[in-house]
């Protein structure tokens, strides 16, 4: 077995374990954002499969990661730390990237992708509670904000380099898809290094009963049930790529985009996060979810390219304004001895919203056409967005 880093003593140095996850999350989505964009176009182009099933395995995949994101997060509140969850999340994940390289059929790919997200289940509550546990008193937004802004330019950074070396030239093929699985594997497999050799464990300053009990506080509950409200307009962004070569662009032109969608989250997520330490959080998420729905009902009724890149971008500021902080506001809310729990409900409610949303937008764009999936989908933001300046107005601190 690795030795471990040795484990440092409690004080603001802790902070720099956002640091460490950050960097830990670059090299993962570098390896991870380009096969979660090309997926789509490979089931639909090049074996044939409709948008419904791209729905079908978008949402079991999710789905199947609901019950690992409550119990790891759950468990992760009663083992000495959380890091093993983190490291075998991560690992899962490369190992479902190294078996797309034997998928030559829908099912086969939908069961990597259902293992890959898997591997997410199981690290993301453990990962945000450490997080969490090594913040220092009034950062919490801002290491949030820069996990997020690191995990974010590691996307670009994914997305820039198949670009560099040619990858979309031409129709979408088998080939393609494994040249891309093939750059994808060694950086994994770095990101698996860099975990278990340079971020250490991290003590849990309280203790609680090993009983099985999946009671979440109760300032946190409002907060999750509008979350989920939300997350059934949440559908998985592999219908964004569809509508993109719909809308006329290229392979290429789709991971431009997407570069360029994921620099402007990443520019917006430090910034957010650490101005969400000083003036709230709530209005960010409020902000967030609107631009989420307009951008939604844009997208749906663009009828030109530029009007629907336009919207995309403004989709990519929608993750800068609330994916730092919509963590940072649950770790307000919950005490320090049910982080591990409140995480994983979070995520347990994220993905119960996918299980539903991504089928559903599969067969509304199947059966009543992308238009009125996309205008669905953006009426359902703006509802949450409703109701999350009501809950904040009127909650009880």
Not at 22 to 34: K, M, P, R
Not at 47 to 72: M, R, T
Not at 199 to 222: F, K
Not at 252 to 259: H, P, Q, T, Y
Request: glycine share 14%; net charge positive; aromatic share 10%.
């Amino acid at each position: 077995m690795p030795s471990e880093p040795p484990l440092p003593a409690p004080s603001p140095s802790f902070a720099s374990i956002s640091t460490r996850l950050g960097w830990v999350a670059f090299l993962n989505d570098c390896a991870g954002e380009v096969l979660a964009r090309m997926l789509p176009l490979y089931l639909v182009v090049a074996l044939g499969s409709s948008p419904a099933l791209v729905g079908v395995v978008e949402g079991v995949a999710d789905g199947a990661a609901i019950f690992l994101k409550g119990i790891s997060g759950w468990l992760s509140d009663r083992l000495s730390s959380r890091k093993g969850f983190v490291v075998g999340g991560y690992a899962l994940s490369v190992l479902a990237r190294a078996l797309y390289l034997l998928t030559f059929t829908p099912l086969l790919v939908g069961a990597g992708r259902v293992l890959e997200r898997v591997g997410k289940g199981l690290r993301t509550a453990p990962r945000d509670a450490m997080i969490a546990d090594a913040a220092v008193q009034g950062r919490v937004g801002r290491d949030f904000g820069f996990t997020r802004f690191l995990d974010t330019l590691g996307a670009m950074a994914g997305i820039g380099l198949v670009l560099a070396l040619g990858v979309g030239r031409g129709p979408m093929t088998a080939g393609m898809w494994r040249a891309c699985v093939w750059l994808a594997l060694p950086l994994g497999l770095a990101t698996v290094a860099l975990l278990v050799f340079w971020v250490p464990r991290i003590p849990r300053a309280t203790t609680v009963a090993r009983r099985l009990t999946w009671h979440i506080p109760r300032e946190a509950r409002g907060y999750l049930a509008l979350v989920f409200v939300f997350s059934l307009a949440n559908s998985s962004d592999a219908f964004l790529v569809l509508k993109a070569r719909e809308a006329g662009f290229g392979i290429r032109a789709i991971l431009g985009l997407f570069l360029v969608f994921n620099l402007v989250a990443a520019l917006l997520a430090l910034p957010v996060g650490r101005l969400s330490d000083r003036v709230g959080r709530v209005r960010f998420l409020v902000l967030g979810w609107g631009v989420y729905g307009v951008a939604y009902a844009v997208m749906g009724t663009a009828r030109s390219p530029l009007v629907f890149a336009g919207a995309l971008l403004g989709y990519g500021a929608f993750y800068g304004f609330t994916e730092g902080v919509e963590k940072a506001l649950l770790a307000d809310l919950l005490p320090a001895e049910a982080r591990g729990t409140g995480f994983g409900a979070l995520q347990s409610v994220l993905g119960l919203g996918a299980l539903l949303a991504s089928p559903v937008m599969g067969v509304l764009m199947a059966v009543a056409g992308p238009r009125a999936a996309f205008l669905a989908t953006g009426g359902v933001a703006l509802g949450a967005m409703v109701g999350l300046g009501v809950w904040a107005k009127f909650r009880k601190d």
